[in-house]
């Protein structure tokens, strides 16, 4: 991967806080859900529910999509980025611990919460870790994408 291409995805993974995902439910059909994120460098985590089908399914196969992107204004301002990935349980208290601290940074400032954070023992937390990206930069042509492979 070169520079620019690293920069501009590092670039859009901080400034955004939700993606979507997809994963392979039991039956084969894919389910698309919406879900915070925190990065390390080009590592994502998310957080789900201990029982959540999100966690049941990645127990099943690691394999998931996902997409980043917002609301452009102008069509030809439309940036984002896909990734085929693999989704790893955080084992490590450590490193769970550091990604509930990472959670609430990539907000402003909230008014009230009407609960504390989850502690690593109440959530499943997932390591995002990348296998092929494709940069959208519609400023450089409708629908082009660059394809980056890691």
């Given amino acids: 991967m070169d520079a620019e ?7 859009l993974l901080d400034q955004h ?14 389910q698309a859900t919406t879900v915070g994120y925190v990065n390390d ?15 049941a399914n990645l127990a099943r196969d690691d394999r998931l999509s996902l997409t980043i992107d917002h609301d452009a204004p102008q069509v030809m301002e439309i940036t984002g980025l896909s990734m085929a990935a693999r989704a790893q349980p955080v084992t490590d208290r450590a490193e769970a611990e550091k990604v509930l601290r990472m959670m609430p940074m990539k907000y402003p400032p909230q008014a009230s919460m009407p609960f504390a954070m989850p502690t690593p023992e109440q959530v499943r937390i997932f390591r995002v870790v990348p296998s092929v990206i494709s940069v959208l930069d519609y400023s450089k042509g409708f629908g082009h994408a660059d394809l980056v492979t890691l």
């Fill in 17 to 30: 806080r939700i993606m979507t995902v997809a994963t392979l439910r039991a039956d084969g059909w894919p």
């Fill in 5 to 11: 291409s690293r920069d501009k995805i590092q670039t």
């Fill in 41 to 55: 460098g080009l590592s994502l985590y998310f957080l789900c529910g201990l029982d959540s089908q999100k966690a």
